[in-house]
């Protein structure tokens, strides 16, 4: 089997440097132009805005001057002070490659500004680094990004200080309402308008994640790293390389995609997509590489690909990373519990290890901004996701791409085998990977599955989980969750063999499309 076929076939089954921050002019910039913004009434945009369609659970995502616009914007910005009550401090604004980002973080500060908030512009980052510097400064902020979708889209991922995130339940929902306000009727500049300085933050982001993962130990491995023409081709030299002014890592890369271009002329910056893999597969078997990274449009997701092309689960990275951090704070606090969090879809081999290595596995929800706050509420040490997010306690909570990928190189580094078989034992069950399934009435579906599967363990938790009563030998599970904005159920399959695996996968989806 080529190796894009082994891509398709399974994807398509499976889809601290000092840290001393620069202290803040509080005296407005002289071009701060307060009298441009009082009662500075906005331009109309060229269409209404539809707010439910871009202000979406976590972030706000949409078509570049269609659903957003440089207006749309700044009036988010200005809400985004008055309802998180942070004027007179300072937030920090970081932006991707796309060729809107810049015009749009611009947007923003202009309306921070003129409600009083000071703005530490980070210019071109990663959505981890705007994390970092969210955290390190303890500051609320705002990314410019609209992650691995296509070039026509933007979006703007917003945080409270120490990266903590917001969702339309907690705040994003009274700083769109705000917005509509200040787009209708203008924006009013507070009598303190606000400063604004740069920062560059990637050398104290670089030398922090060096100081979490020490790679300079292990054996030499040659890596094809693909950025997609995203921010991972700004982070990557920088991190693992010695662009931030860091000691050579005994790291071989080979360079794909790495030119940030917002247009994403080589492929869409979208790993979870068979077809965006396939270079970097054939480029790893090529240059006889050990592994490949392949790293989404804003560089928090990483996905990684063995010594034969072939894929590594997300669970197997979770599951990894999840016994490095176990150790680590077993080695330093013998007597502390430790908490890990993984999603309900993740591998069944991630609990497994959570559990062998004596910590509690807490399972949870799907979903980035509900993970995050659990890890807060928990106070746990690393969280994973199946979609490949992957959380820290010492990155605030927060997820971070390039961090689960130094954990995976460090772990691997530190032993001969081949990815291949290093990875096995962290893959032993068999996945079906998430469908969407198109149904004209979700609630009689799932009712459906229900009543086929009534003689088996059913949770109502996200969804429902089906699971065999028998817990050993030829055991299964699978879920299925409505989307919340779409007629379809999302259904995930595990089963400890392939055979079984197929088999129920193939006898849920009839039942569902029935």
């Known amino acids: ?81 008055d309802e998180l009550g942070v004027a007179g401090e300072e937030i920090v604004i970081g932006h991707d490659m796309r060729d809107s980002s810049p015009g749009f973080a611009e947007a923003f500060c202009r309306g921070a500004q003129a409600r009083g908030a000071h703005v530490v512009l980070l210019g071109l980052c990663s ?14 902020g705002a990314m410019f990004t609209a992650s691995h979708n296509p070039a026509s889209y933007n979006g703007i991922k917003t945080f409270r200080a120490g990266a903590r995130g917001i969702s339309l339940d907690t705040g994003l929902a009274a700083i769109r309402d ?62 693992l390389g010695v662009d931030a002014g860091l000691p050579a890592l005994p790291l071989e890369i080979v360079p794909m995609y790495f030119e940030l271009d917002g247009s994403f002329p080589n492929h869409e910056a979208n790993p979870l997509d068979p ?91 799907v979903g980035h901004s509900l993970i995050k706050d659990q890890m807060a509420d928990t106070n746990a040490t690393f969280g994973g996701e199946h979609s490949a997010h992957y959380y820290f306690r010492d990155f605030w909570g927060a997820d971070n791409g390039m961090l689960a990928a130094m954990h995976v190189l460090a772990e691997f580094g530190h032993q001969a085998q081949p990815l291949s078989a290093f990875a096995k034992q962290y893959n032993p069950y068999f996945l079906s990977g998430e469908i969407n399934s198109v149904v004209a009435d979700v609630p009689a579906a799932r009712a459906r599955v229900l009543e086929a599967f009534a003689d088996a363990d059913i949770e109502h938790f996200d969804g429902v989980t089906v699971s065999s009563k028998n817990l050993d030998g030829d055991w299964w599970w699978f879920n299925v969750r409505a989307s919340n904005t779409e007629p379809l159920l999302r259904l995930n399959v595990e089963a400890a063999t392939e055979a079984k695996m197929i088999s129920l996968r193939d006898a849920v989806l009839s039942i569902i499309r029935a």
């Open 127 to 140: 959505t981890d680094e705007s994390y970092f510097a969210s955290g390190h400064l303890n500051a609320a």
């Open 178 to 239: 705000r917005a509509i306000a200040y787009l209708e009727s203008g924006i009013d500049s507070v009598a303190q308008v606000g400063g604004k300085r740069e920062l560059d933050i990637m050398p104290a982001y670089s030398a922090y994640l060096r100081e979490l993962v020490d790679l300079s130990g292990i054996r030499p491995l040659k890596i094809v790293i693909d950025a997609g023409n995203g921010m991972g081709g700004l982070t990557v030299p920088a991190v």
């Open 275 to 365: 077809k965006n893999l396939v270079d970097l597969q054939a480029a790893v078997v090529e240059h006889k590489a050990d592994l490949g990274l392949a790293f989404d449009g804003d560089a928090d997701r990483c996905f990684v690909i063995d010594e034969n092309g072939d894929p590594v689960t997300p669970s197997a990275v979770a599951a990894i990373v999840a016994r490095r951090e176990i150790a680590r704070v077993r080695a330093a606090h013998p007597d502390q519990p430790v908490t890990v969090l993984y999603n309900l879809i993740c591998s069944r081999i991630v609990r497994e290890t959570i559990e062998a290595d004596g910590a509690l596995a807490v399972k949870t929800k």
């Open 1 to 81: 089997m080529t190796v894009s076929a082994v891509a398709s076939s399974y994807w398509s089954i499976v889809h601290k440097a000092s840290l001393e921050a620069e202290k803040i002019d509080l005296k407005p910039s002289p071009n701060a132009q307060g009298a441009r913004h009082f009662s500075r009434k906005l331009e109309d945009s060229p269409l209404p805005v539809n707010w439910d369609a871009i202000v979406k659970t976590y972030d706000v995502r949409g078509l570049v001057g269609i659903d957003l616009t440089e207006d749309v914007v700044e009036a988010l910005g200005a809400g985004f002070v």
